[in-house]
């Protein structure tokens, strides 16, 4: 590459690298917790669970439940998608297609119905942690957020792209390079190339997901010129499993939905249900609908759907998952791919330490801009502002470790009589704190104590977040595991581990000097 081009793409990858960098980071450390939502939730919650299987959930009786909760069914859609590791399933109702139907049933609505107790609770009668941070790592507290961090994918796969071109020639030999003793750039350089190669694939992918799960509605344009503004016809096309069927008229016939599940279950012993529908509920039209998935031990991707007719008591359409489907897998293949969700803890820790890895190399980057411009060549005051810029950068990232850890205590400890309180008081701890923290270790414009002191809060609080869990609930991590509570016994065991390397990371750089300037 001559010396004109690779000058081009080395500014593309350091502008594009540049511009989205904070957001970039908040991305990824917010969607590392992210993988383990479920998890944090039910540490929070600090009681047993053993997830149902879905084929053995009584749905009879959830129908009846959310019937006599006030819901009418009649002319409604019911969606239900899978118990999580709460045991609960989000139930969503579409409003009446009945013209007659009241104002209330009119309204669309949704919530958690738990499979053992078979309570009903809303979205925010108890608001978790993970919730929060999952929220965040889609943008979601910000207006337009899902949009911004869309396009913020869309720019990461650009700096990828280019920083792959800009170390194309040195790839291999810079990557078993490390120079721990040479001048602060190099360090940054030899380490942001390293692991910038280590987790190339899976920045790849991230990239790659996140665009189409952020900005697929950008699809529907161009699409919806292809199908003449007839967007109902797109819809389905693109997403078979919300087709629907007009109305016909009321009827008294319903199955029992269990007898559906029950009998259609032998039908393929490794069809995992990933959701169910009951379309035109109490019509004529009524029909029952199962989606699902092969289980990832036996295929990786197998989308399947079952459709039954109630009147007709016939399987009107099937879709084999073991015969593949392009459209279908492939969302399918993007949302496994983006959660990590089919390869179990392993495949998860795989993925956050990733993240992480991920993070450093965001932070580096940053970094190494800052010291290719600490040159006596250039003016006083550009490297006061660059320096001024990577404080506020590095504040504003590096503390979302030690608020994250804070944040968990704070989770944990709130009374179960103030549930309803958890959204604004967790929303305060973690955005407030977060700010504030922010804004103190900004005024102390020193980058090397701010790295420095945002481990060792970490470090510390980490280290309580076991302690706190065993005293409020008495989930000692060592009793956990043989009463089968896995879920928090690995948030227990995740911040044990997290914060004896942050230990070690806060030690090693106790021990170096502190840079000047």
């Known amino acids: 590459m001559n010396k004109r081009n690779y000058n081009i793409f080395f500014h593309l990858h350091t502008v594009s690298g540049i511009t989205i960098s904070v957001f970039l980071f908040i991305i990824f450390f917010a969607g590392a917790f992210a993988l383990?939502?479920?998890?944090?939730?039910?540490?929070e919650k600090g009681e047993p669970v053993t997830v149902n299987n879905p084929r053995n959930i009584d749905y009879d009786r959830a129908i009846r439940t959310i019937q006599q909760k006030?819901?009418?069914?009649?002319?409604?859609?019911?969606?239900?998608?899978?118990?999580?590791?709460?045991?609960?399933?989000?139930?969503?109702?579409?409003?009446?297609?009945?013209?007659?139907?009241?104002?209330?049933?009119?309204?669309?609505?949704?919530?958690?119905?738990?499979?053992?107790?078979?309570?009903?609770?809303?979205?925010?009668?108890?608001?978790?942690?993970?919730?929060?941070?999952?929220?965040?790592?889609?943008?979601?507290?910000?207006?337009?957020g899902l949009y911004i961090a869309g396009f913020v994918a869309l720019f990461f796969l650009f700096a990828i792209v280019t920083g792959v071109i800009v170390h194309w020639d040195k790839i291999i030999s810079n990557f078993y390079i490390f120079r721990p003793t040479s001048k602060l750039k190099t360090i940054w350089t030899d380490a942001h190339t390293a692991l910038g190669m280590i987790g190339l694939p899976f920045q790849f992918v991230y990239a790659l997901t996140s665009c189409f799960l952020c900005l697929s509605i950008l699809v529907l344009i161009p699409a919806n010129y292809l199908y003449?503004?007839?967007?109902?016809?797109?819809?389905?096309?693109?997403?078979?499993?919300?087709?629907?069927?007009?109305?016909l008229h009321k009827s008294e016939k319903v199955t029992s939905f269990n007898t559906f599940i029950k009998q259609n279950s032998?039908?393929?012993?490794?069809?995992?249900?990933?959701?169910?529908?009951?379309?035109?509920?109490?019509?004529?039209?009524?029909?029952?609908?199962?989606?699902?998935?092969?289980?990832?031990?036996?295929?990786?991707?197998?989308?399947?759907?079952?459709?039954?007719?109630?009147?007709?008591?016939?399987?009107?359409?099937?879709?084999?998952?073991n015969n593949t489907n392009y459209l279908e897998n492939v969302e399918l293949a993007i949302r496994k791919l983006?959660?990590?969700?089919?390869?179990?803890?392993?495949l998860k820790f795989a993925y956050f330490v990733m993240a992480i890895i991920?993070?450093?190399?965001?932070?580096?980057?940053?970094?190494?801009?800052?010291?290719?411009?600490?040159?006596?060549?250039?003016?006083?005051?550009?490297r006061r502002f660059n320096r001024r810029v990577s404080n506020i950068y590095l504040s504003i990232c590096l503390t979302m470790y030690p608020i994250t850890a804070i944040s968990f205590i704070v989770s944990k400890?709130?009374?179960r009589d103030m549930d309803v309180m958890r959204q604004p008081i967790l929303y305060s701890v973690f955005f407030v704190g977060w700010i504030v923290m922010a804004l103190l270790f900004g005024l102390k414009k020193n980058n090397y104590f701010t790295n420095k002191y945002t481990l060792l809060i970490a470090a510390i609080v980490g280290?309580?977040?076991?302690?706190?869990?065993?005293?409020?609930?008495?989930?000692?991590?060592?009793?956990?595991?043989?009463?089968?509570?896995?879920?928090?016994f690995v948030i227990d065991t995740f911040w044990l581990i997290a914060s004896v390397v942050t230990f070690f990371a806060f030690s090693l750089l106790a021990k170096r000097k502190e840079p000047k300037g």
């Open 36 to 43: 383990i939502k479920g998890d944090i939730a039910v540490w």
């Open 70 to 144: 006030g819901y009418t069914l009649a002319g409604r859609d019911v969606r239900i998608l899978m118990p999580d590791e709460r045991n609960e399933m989000l139930v969503v109702l579409s409003a009446s297609k009945y013209e007659k139907a009241s104002k209330q049933d009119k309204t669309g609505a949704y919530f958690y119905l738990n499979t053992v107790t078979f309570k009903i609770t809303d979205y925010y009668a108890f608001y978790s942690f993970g919730e929060l941070i999952y929220r965040f790592h889609f943008l979601t507290p910000i207006p337009f």
């Open 228 to 247: 003449h503004s007839n967007q109902a016809k797109l819809l389905e096309e693109l997403r078979p499993m919300t087709k629907s069927s007009p109305l």
């Open 266 to 321: 032998d039908r393929c012993k490794s069809f995992e249900p990933l959701q169910v529908y009951i379309k035109n509920y109490g019509d004529r039209s009524m029909k029952y609908q199962v989606d699902g998935a092969l289980a990832p031990d036996k295929r990786l991707l197998g989308y399947g759907r079952l459709v039954y007719d109630v009147h007709s008591g016939q399987i009107i359409s099937s879709v084999n998952p």
């Open 338 to 346: 983006h959660f990590g969700d089919y390869g179990g803890y392993w």
């Open 358 to 382: 991920t993070c450093f190399v965001i932070i580096s980057g940053v970094l190494i801009w800052l010291e290719a411009r600490n040159k006596k060549s250039i003016p006083e005051y550009k």
């Open 413 to 415: 400890l709130i009374p």
């Open 463 to 488: 280290l309580l977040i076991p302690i706190v869990n065993g005293l409020s609930s008495g989930n000692w991590i060592w009793k956990t595991l043989p009463h089968h509570q896995t879920s928090i």
